[in-house]
């Protein structure tokens, strides 16, 4: 599977975030990448192959 995602894309990952929501707007893409909540602002980051396990799908690109 091609995963084509940037920054700003609006993405939907596996499991849920403790606030409730499962959509993650990404802030910066290297070999690590942040992801930001859409629902609580709250900021993680994660290894990209920790990252594309965990991707359920690509909702904007």
């Known amino acids: 599977m091609d995963k084509e995602y940037k920054v700003g894309s609006i ?7 403790p606030c409730g929501t499962n959509e993650w707007i990404i ?14 602002d709250r900021s993680i980051m994660l290894p990209r192959i920790e990252f594309n396990k965990k991707l359920k799908k690509i909702i904007t690109y």
């Open 11 to 17: 993405v939907v990952m596996k499991k849920q975030h």
């Open 27 to 40: 802030t910066r893409v290297g070999a690590d990448i942040k992801i930001k909540c859409c629902n609580c």
